[in-house]
């Protein structure tokens, strides 16, 4: 499927594994901050595209990017510049 | 136990056996894995599974575990259902190819937010909305009250295309002992069944088979993306809180 339709997407749920690599605490049970439009809400409701070149995850209310995540034979890059936000209750 | 591993998850792949495997449905396959430990996890949770091929070619997919974990003599059973989609890259080989004695890559347990556990939520009841297969982690929430005795009341709403693709028919169909306060609803939206004529999920469906929001039932919807966006968006019209509404989409792919 090359054509990126409404429905094209996972959600926030699928993020778990991927971001286990990265950070400490669980990606899905933290809440994060859209820095376009404000939103503040749980990841795991952000929309989710892993049909491209690695991860790209966009905010449920403005479709803004939130986050990249490409993993490449020299390393993992990650483009977080679209959360101005992130917080886990512990 | 799991909440600590959920605050500090390291996560690693381990190497799982297929040990048992059976079909669900003409499109759908129960998978039982065994992994020589296991942490534990939530229902509701999910795992990734790795293929890697003869030229070292690797991909993942998420698949929801259908039920708590089992002892066995050599570890933890862990059971997945997996949906074959047609010109899918990897279902086709788990439904169809994939077979007992066989090694797979797991990673998890996964997911701390679309999950339940009996201890949370102050005896509200439930509320599971299930679009096809995104019935798995919401069994396993059925499951796990089972398999702890819980009393918590249980609705269950499972649009499915035709009676021919229901998962898990013969234990929700004839539920079990201990599973006294689960109630289940099967709505069919390609032919009529006995209570409904075929259609998709409707507002009525979810007032007379779900609770009334003044319950404040937790309410968790799984699915494809257009069910969960439909369903949420009943559930806000009959006045569920936002803050009630837990969803968990599978894309195009499915699960």
Known sequence: MSTLQGNDFEDGNVLGGPFAEIFVHDLTAATGQCRFCGLDGPMAAVHVYTRAPGVVVRCPGCQEVLLRLVSTPRGLELDASGLSHLSWKL | MTSELLGRTVLSWRVAELVESWPETA??????????????????Q????????PDGYTTERSYSLASPAERSPDGWRLQLVV??????EVSPYLTDVFAAGNLIEVRGPIGGWFVWSPREGGGAPVLLVAGGSGIVPLMSMVRERR????????????SLRT?????????????GSGDGGVETFVLHTREDSPRRPAGRITAADLAAWGWPADFAPRCFVCGPTGFVEEAARLLLSLGHSPDDIKTER???SGP
Do not use: C, I, K, M
């Open chain 2, 46 to 53: 999910h795992v990734d599974l790795r293929l890697t091929g």
């Open chain 2, 163 to 175: 009676r021919a693709d229901q998962l898990f028919a013969d234990e929700l169909n004839r539920p």
């Open chain 2, 27 to 44: 499109s759908a396959r129960a998978l039982v894995l065994e992994v020589p430990e296991w942490p534990g996890h939530r229902a509701g």
């Open chain 2, 250 to 252: 599978f894309g195009p």
């Open chain 2, 147 to 158: 398999f702890r005795h819980d009393r918590t009341p249980f609705r269950l709403v499972y």
């Open chain 2, 83 to 88: 949906q074959r989609v047609a010109d899918g």
